[in-house]
């Protein structure tokens, strides 16, 4: 995430070409591609893609741009896509911003279990401040996973989460949630070209198994009132944000990413 507060106004000049181009009102010009904007100043996009929001008291610029990506894609899991009730029990596997996210949206909820599943034992103790309630490390147990949680939910959970893009976490994921019912809510990335790891008759079961993008969240007509429900429902924003860099560090950045000691990093031009 990057931060700038800098807005300069900027104009549309026609050249002899016949095409425009924008430039600032100093004559600086603005450059875009494909309305990539990453680490850029400026940018131009089109109109459906601005989201106007109201200042709110608890909502600050650094803790807004958390609900343009990431964030906004766990909560809505948790609130659009599932639509956790009230004493659910849920599990998350993967216990990154996105988890931790589908954490702090299913506790807002009043979600009575939530279990967390990672590799990253560290990821615990800022998982309890996000909801959490119980960890399960992989690596520490001989049974899978799915089997520890149906004994710790007399079948399994109501939802489970799905946030690394690994296929076979995403099975343990299906099969953690409870026959009859139970949803599985898919938000990892899946960059590999294998095909899901299930089989057909396993959906007569009753579990089901559906994808979001985004949390399911409508941007332009949904963000304004996103922001405004973290404050309403305490959606603790600012614990996100593990880290502040300037932009020369960026390089750091990633390495406490990659690592997994950091969740966001803001980085400051």
């Not at 216990?95 to 939530?114: F, N």
């Not at 990821?123 to 520490?140: L, S």
């Not at 009859?180 to 396993?202: D, N």
């Not at 399911?216 to 996103?226: A, E, R, T, V």
């Amino acid at each position: 995430m990057c931060e700038n507060f800098g807005v300069n106004p900027m104009r549309k000049v026609m050249f002899g070409d016949g095409k425009s181009r924008f430039s600032t009102v100093d004559g600086k010009p603005i450059f875009h591609f494909m309305n990539t904007s990453t680490f850029a100043d400026y940018t131009v996009v089109d109109s459906a893609c601005v989201v106007k929001l109201r200042p709110e008291p608890r909502l600050s610029l650094k803790n807004l741009t958390l609900l343009s990506c990431g964030v906004s894609t766990g909560i809505g899991g948790a609130w659009n896509t599932a639509n956790v009730q009230a004493g659910s029990s849920v599990a998350i596997f993967g216990l990154g911003a996105v988890g931790l996210a589908v954490a702090e949206g299913a506790r807002a909820r009043g979600a009575s279990k939530i279990i967390g599943v990672d590799i990253n034992p560290e990821k615990f103790i800022r998982a309890q401040e996000m909801g959490i309630t119980d960890f399960i490390n992989p690596r520490d147990e001989e049974k899978p996973v799915h089997e520890i949680i149906s004994e710790m939910t007399e079948g399994g959970v109501h939802y489970s989460f799905e946030c690394t893009g690994n296929l076979d976490v995403l099975r343990e994921s299906f099969l953690s949630t409870h026959e009859g019912w139970g949803l599985t809510v898919m938000l990892g990335i899946h960059a590999s070209p294998k095909l899901l790891p299930l089989h057909p008759m396993e959906f007569f079961n009753g579990r089901r198994i559906v994808g979001s993008v985004f949390g399911d969240f409508k941007g332009k007509s949904q963000l304004p009132h996103l922001a405004t429900e973290c404050i309403h429902k305490d959606v603790k924003l600012e614990n996100f944000i593990t880290h502040e860099l300037p932009f020369e560090e960026i390089n750091k950045a990633f390495d406490l990413l990659i690592t997994g000691k950091s969740l966001r990093c803001l980085l400051h031009l």
